[in-house]
């Protein structure tokens, strides 16, 4: 009974030695076993924190948060489109009120997205700050000292030899440093540990994450993003009055806008003229002349797809293109009341265009009466001739101008808002033609439509100018955001496929005056590249240390330090 007694005992301060030599091999937190009963309110608190701020409720939140932003993708926002909200009200009767219960028509700014979105915050900074301490602690301090029984460790090796102990642990010593680990000499033992990076690697991947929100939420926040089309020789100036659609973030202020303002020389696109790709631009670029704030100096430069004018924290990104065809309008005595570049609408991808002229002041009929004109018009940059109705080439080959043309009261002075790429016809009268129908003309470049009765003229100029549409944007917390996913794709490549590992070197003098070397390994999980490893070391360093060969051997043969699995590990 005594003895099994005894064997019990020295096999626990084993288990416990090799506890402590692998001990810290990470900075994750040891699980605690809880007893509930025992717990009062601040025990619950600590109980809750624990689990907050656990790896596992980081992940599952981190899982969360990508399910919870999928509704953003997937259903009209209103803060992305409120038009297309509204659209989706009327054609869903019965699910709107439901995703209004839920927040689905502002995802990103629900209670419950923000309440995921603050607890992976609050859990990952609660599992870095004391993993990051403890990791300092480690690297201030020193890899622990040998287990009595290097031979219970997954990888092992021994051999004899005459060398003195003091000149193999020396050896050990200068061989383990520069193989880069960290080592000291402690007692009868060498110590040394590496793989450090794979814990600064993990804990970068997690600061990284942190990184990654609050840029998202400073961009979310502070964000803005506007539109604008101008016409060849127009220009813009960086003001939210000037936008023909502008979003921003909650906390945006006007001043945030970043002073600046453009003038848009030249349009140029050049497209493929045959073969499988005929229509498909070649280049697409605008030339324009921009400056710095109020009184800064004109620079020319190139905006193309992909390739944005940066301006401080503003890039400003070519988006679209489409044709602008000069119109004049004069009255019946022949006055010029319109004359200008009338943007219209891409409805394809050879730029067949639609839009609206619109005259509102100055213009008189025959008789004398003021009135307000609306002509539709409809462009085609190739037109094919014929009963076609569609542009057949981008470019400008052969282009017609449709005009259809009605007079009355346009309706803005009701002040009601409306499009200027659309006419409200409820208070206006078509113009007719000698048939009684509706009038209506094909126009070349320099061509004139003569109105009925006197009433005026509507010429369409030779110059038919392009218009380019920009769209400005500013997030203050992008840069952040391409720094975080880089340095998270770095940390988890580096936690993932560098492993932390510890080798002892033991030298002591035998009981035959022989000095016995004992070599041990010990990684983070089971991998064959520390037995490897140990292998390789010991292989170096039995060659400054020779072997003996024991007392019942061939005095000629010395067999090479062969490394073996622990006791009861598998092979």
């Known amino acids: 009974m005594s003895k099994a007694t005894t064997d019990n005992s020295t096999n626990s301060a084993e288990d416990q030695d090799l506890g402590a030599a692998g001990s810290q091999l990470s900075t994750a937190p040891q699980e605690e076993a809880v007893s509930f009963p025992s717990l009062g309110v601040i025990g619950w608190v600590r109980w809750f924190w624990r689990q907050l701020t656990s790896m596992r409720v980081a992940l599952l939140l981190l899982l969360l948060l990508s399910l919870g932003a999928i509704p953003g993708s997937l259903i009209p926002q209103t803060g992305a489109d409120i038009n297309k909200v509204a659209d989706f009200r009327k054609s869903h009767t019965t699910l709107a009120p439901v995703y209004d219960k839920l927040g689905l028509f502002h995802v990103y700014s629900s209670v419950w997205f923000s309440a995921i979105y603050i607890l992976l915050f609050v859990s990952l900074i609660g599992c870095i700050v004391p993993r990051t301490w403890q990791f300092v602690g480690q690297l201030r301090g020193r890899p622990p000292a040998a287990p009595k029984r290097l031979s219970r460790l997954p990888a092992y090796t021994t051999w004899r030899t005459e060398a003195d102990p003091e000149q193999v642990r020396e050896a050990a010593l200068a061989l383990l440093k520069k193989r880069r680990f960290r080592a000291h000499a402690t007692g009868d033992a060498v110590a040394a540990e590496k793989g450090y990076v794979r814990e600064l690697g993990n804990l970068a991947f997690h600061i990284a994450l942190i990184v990654l929100l609050v ?100 890039k400003v990104y070519l988006v679209s293109h489409g044709y602008a065809p000069v119109i004049t309008v004069r009255d019946g005595k022949g006055n010029v009341v319109y004359k200008d570049a009338v943007p219209l609408l891409p409805l394809d991808g050879n730029v067949s265009s639609q839009g609206v002229i619109k005259v509102m002041d100055g213009y008189k009929n025959a008789k004398g009466v003021s009135e307000q004109l609306g002509v539709k018009a409809f462009f085609l940059p190739t037109y094919g001739g014929g009963t076609s109705v569609l542009s057949q080439f981008p470019a400008l080959l052969n282009p017609v101008l449709n005009l259809e043309p009605y007079h009355g009261d346009l309706g803005v002075d009701a002040g009601i808002p409306q499009s200027v790429y659309q006419l409200d016809k409820t208070h206006m009268k078509a113009y007719k033609d000698a048939k009684g129908a509706q009038l209506r003309d094909n126009l070349k470049p320099g061509q004139t439509m003569q109105l009925p009765n006197g009433a005026g003229s509507i010429t369409f100029e030779k110059d038919v100018k392009e218009w380019a549409g920009f769209e400005i944007v500013q997030e203050p917390g992008s840069g952040w955001a391409l720094g975080g996913a880089f340095a998270a794709i770095f940390g988890l490549a580096a936690s993932l496929f560098i492993q932390r590992r510890r080798v002892w070197v033991r030298a002591v003098r035998g009981a035959d005056g022989v000095t016995v070397v004992e070599m041990a390994g010990l990684g983070r999980s089971e991998s064959a590249k520390v037995p490897e490893e140990l292998g390789d070391l010991a292989g170096i360093l039995y060659d400054q240390a020779p072997g003996a060969p024991d007392p019942d051997d061939d005095p000629s043969e010395s067999p090479d330090p062969q490394v073996v699995p622990a006791e009861g590990a598998e092979q």
């Open 215 to 314: 840029a998202f939420a400073s961009g979310q926040l502070f964000k803005s993003d506007g539109t604008k089309l101008v016409v060849e020789g127009a220009g813009f100036s960086n003001s939210i009055l000037l936008y023909d659609d502008f979003k921003s973030g909650s906390l945006f202020k006007s001043d945030d806008l970043v002073p600046f303002s453009f003038d848009l020389k030249d349009f140029q696109g050049t497209y493929e003229m045959s073969g499988p790709n005929k229509g498909t631009p070649r280049t697409f670029q605008a030339k324009i002349d921009y400056s710095k704030g109020a009184y800064g100096k004109a620079q020319p430069t190139t905006i193309k797809v992909n390739q944005p004018l940066k301006i401080d924290d503003a």
